[in-house]
């Protein structure tokens, strides 16, 4: 089966930084994902990764591992507005995308 | 410009009843779809739409059916509720010129089946 696996909560103080991880098993692989959603609202796009490496942008990072079926997402320099679930998503051999259940992350002053 | 709006925000419904949930999109993308999800589970594809006049099926659609007449339009319909039925439902849609194109998400509808 296909199996996407975040932590399901984490916690953070403002002006720190977090690392979300992610592993994958899909059949398949097209690229992987990152969404941010705020509590009671849509997704919006974050990242996508379909090389190895990490891809900057601003105060976040994400860094993909295809040998190792692997991402995290590096937050720096936390804000309150950073509060959010994170959601990582692989495209796999049909271009579906398989979405992870969310990292909840909180930040507290 | 409003990207993509989902009708009803919210609705309560007895189970057995039939129900469209309504999505429309003003970005002229070619790909749309259908997501519930559900607490602690990640968003599951219910229908998918690569291009007008084309649908196909997801993860989990059964119970539930769409249409693309057009490019701006992809309505949900549940022909009779069940409360397993009971999500979020997300409407998104991609340019789809490339399949790994972003997905542009709409604000979502509460659905409760009683």
């Known amino acids: 089966g296909q199996n996407i696996d975040q932590p399901t909560e984490m916690t953070a103080t403002e002006g720190a930084i977090v690392q979300i991880n992610c592993t994958y098993q899909?059949?398949?692989?097209?690229?992987l994902f990152w969404y941010q959603q705020h509590a009671g609202e849509a997704p919006t796009f974050l990242s996508y990764n379909v090389l190895d490496g990490l891809e900057e942008k601003g105060r976040f990072s994400s860094f993909l591992s295809r040998s190792k079926g692997y991402s995290y997402l590096l937050l720096k320099e936390l804000q309150m507005k950073d509060s959010a679930s994170y959601l990582c998503a692989v495209a796999d051999s049909n271009y579906q995308l398989i979405w992870g259940a969310g990292t909840k992350l909180i930040i507290k002053p | 410009i409003a990207g993509i709006t989902q009708a009803p925000t919210s609705q309560i419904l007895a189970a057995g009843r039939r129900m469209t949930l309504r999505c429309t999109q003003d970005m002229r993308h070619n790909a749309m779809y259908w997501y519930r999800q559900d607490l602690g589970l990640g968003l599951r594809l219910i229908h998918y739409s690569n291009t007008a006049g084309t649908t196909g099926k997801g993860e989990v659609p059964d119970g539930y059916s769409v249409s693309r007449a057009n490019t701006d339009d992809f309505p949900l319909t549940l022909a009779s509720a069940v409360p397993s039925q009971t999500s979020v439902y997300f409407c998104?849609?991609?340019?789809?010129?490339?399949?790994?194109?972003?997905?542009?998400f709409g604000p979502g509808t509460r659905l409760t089946v009683l």
């Open positions: 899909t059949s398949g692989f097209n690229g």
């Open positions: 998104a849609s991609s340019d789809g010129d490339t399949p790994t194109d972003t997905q542009y």
